[in-house]
């Protein structure tokens, strides 16, 4: 049996090494917690800026692609892509970017007569990866509509690849640069129509009066309607007209349309004031260039009417 | 407020370590002799005892008042006792040699607290009885405990003790009866 002395001793023993014991405990928690506080808030803090959308200033343009609307043909199946899409006197306009999935429209009256010039600017803004992907545009003015097939287009934008959703201008970014297209142009209502020589390259008047205003600062989207034989034959058959169409370099595109009763194809290109000017054109070849209308076989103008490719 | 209670005060709240010193002085023999009613073990009861005091010095665990020092003290042996027990129930095993020693340091601890001959003569006698029957007779009797700090510290009904202790009185009687005391001059 041990004496209140020994007793003691040894319960005061127990009760130090236990409050030791503890001790320790509490410095070796705090130590962790020293190391791990700082890595905890600043994931804290991460995933606050994260959904907050400050890291979205990532897909700010660089300088360097702000100042480049590249254009080419070729393809690539990652975009990160913005479509824009106007007109100059509010005409109703419906912008949708396939190669995201993904519509924006975009909505307004149009208190213009027909007959007035419905232009639509459409630019096609794209992120700074340099990807490409097909872009489709709805134009609509007035009671018709441009449906325009465009070519793959790089060029500087703000798609929040985040969220999948449209671009969105924040406060200190440099708005996006524009490319305006011509693809339609009143000419007073009147018919344009021309069959060209072998080696001839016929510009109607819409066109000419389009480039005259506009120039350099738009590129313009035309039909090419070829013949041959000194303008007795049309060519319509779809291999001859990717042939040229591929020859011919630039933005181009063979449609194929169906007025009701037959298909044809037809010969579409975009180009800038000088390609058009300079147009290079084969010798055996004649060429009416002009904007295309709603309905390919029929009399109506082009310039009069809405569009569709 | 008892003394107990004064001093582990003092020493819970201000570390004064004579306070512990005087809780184990004035308590440490009569709670190994209760404890020794419920595990039947002097120093497995010397042990828990120890436990006991050391669970105050460390969790440091507040009264929540209704009765005396003593009683609360109580409760917590009591309350690991059968803890010990119920985690050493398989192997309660005491050998031959190891008996002897045990009698000897019990004796030890009843010449000390008990000092009168005839109170160490109840006591052998009711170490024959139950468990039950030691604990109610010893908070009764020798700890001079009333029948609701009893209650208390068994965790049971005062009505319950009441009848407990009516038992246990009349199976210690018929024990020192056959041992040749007469029951009635105690």
Known sequence: MKSCEEMTQDVLRRVREYDEEKQARRTKIRKAAAVTAPVCAAAVVGTGLWYSGAFSQANKPSAADQGSNLISESTVSQSRKAVYSSTDSAAETTVTNTAEQHREETTSKNETASGEMTESKTTVAEASVQTTAAAETTVAANTSAVRTTAPSVTAAGMQSASNGYGPMLREGDEPPEYLTVIQSYPSGGGNDYAVPKDGEVILASSVRAAMNEYGDSAQYRVRITLWSGSGTKNITDYSSLLAESERLGCISGVETYYNGSSSSSFLWIQATYSELSDFCGRADYGYFITFPSNDQSSTQSSCNSGVFY | ?186
Do not use: C
């Open chain 2, 1 to 186: 407020m008892d003394n107990g209670a004064i001093s582990y005060r003092r020493f819970r709240d201000d570390g004064d370590e004579s306070g512990i010193a005087e809780i184990i002085r004035d308590y440490k023999d009569g709670l190994i002799l209760y404890l020794t009613s419920i595990v039947g073990s002097v120093q497995t009861a010397e042990e828990i005892a120890e436990d006991t005091f050391v669970l105050l010095g460390t969790k440091k665990p507040r009264d929540k008042g209704g009765g005396s020092f003593k009683t609360w003290l109580y409760t917590i042996g009591r309350n690991l006792a059968i803890d010990y027990i119920r985690k050493n129930r398989k192997r309660t095993f005491v050998s031959l040699e190891d008996s002897a020693e045990l009698v000897s340091g019990e004796a030890e601890v009843e010449r000390l607290y008990l000092r009168k001959e005839q109170q160490i003569a109840v006591h052998r006698a009711m170490r024959k009885l139950s468990s039950d029957y030691q604990q109610v007779l010893w908070l009764v009797y020798f700890e001079e405990l009333s029948s609701r700090d009893t209650a208390r510290i068994m965790h049971r009904s005062v009505r319950s003790v009441e009848s407990l202790l009516y038992r246990a009185r009349k199976s210690l009687r018929s024990q020192l009866e056959m041992e040749g005391f007469d029951y009635e001059k105690l």
